[in-house]
C-alpha cells in the first residue's frame, strides 16, 4: 500500500527558510508524478508545485515561484520543496501527493490528480 509521509515543517520568521520532504513507500517511486499541496485554515487546498517522474520538468504556483524549488530523489524514494523567503502567507499544512504516470515528463496540478496523499506537516510563518 502507497504511503507518503512528509517531514520538515516548524516555525520559522518571515523571510526565512525551510526544507520540507516526503518519504514514499509501497509504490514504484520512478513510476509517480509527484506534487506539494497546501491548505491553510479556513481555505481550500491549493497546488504549490509539481514535478515529473523523471525529475526534469517541475511547475510552481505563482503564489511560491522564485522562492520555491522542488526535486526528488528516484534513489531514496524522496521529494523535497525547498521554500525560501517565507511569507505569513505561506503559513499552511503542506501535503505531498503522487500518481502513477507513464509520460515521463507530465506533471499534475489538480488535487483530484492525484491519489496518493501524506498526512500533512504544519508550516508557521510569523512576522
Known amino acids: 500500500q502507497a504511503q507518503l509521509v512528509e517531514d520538515g515543517g516548524g516555525s520559522v520568521q518571515e523571510g526565512g527558510s525551510l526544507r520540507l520532504s516526503c518519504a514514499a513507500s509501497g509504490l514504484t517511486f520512478s513510476d509517480v508524478a509527484l506534487g506539494w499541496f497546501r491548505q491553510a485554515p479556513g481555505k481550500e487546498r491549493e497546488f504549490v508545485s509539481a514535478i515529473s517522474r523523471n525529475g526534469e520538468d517541475t511547475y510552481y504556483a505563482d503564489s511560491v515561484k522564485g522562492r520555491a524549488t522542488v526535486s526528488r530523489d528516484n534513489a531514496l524514494n524522496m521529494v523535497y520543496l525547498q521554500m525560501n523567503s517565507l511569507k505569513t502567507d505561506d503559513t499552511a499544512v503542506y501535503y505531498c501527493?503522487?500518481?502513477?504516470?507513464?509520460?515521463?515528463?507530465?506533471?499534475?496540478?489538480?488535487?483530484?490528480?492525484?491519489?496518493?496523499w501524506g498526512q500533512g506537516t504544519q508550516v508557521t510563518v510569523s512576522s
Open positions: 501527493a503522487a500518481r502513477a504516470t507513464r509520460v515521463y515528463s507530465a506533471y499534475y496540478s489538480q488535487t483530484n490528480q492525484y491519489p496518493y
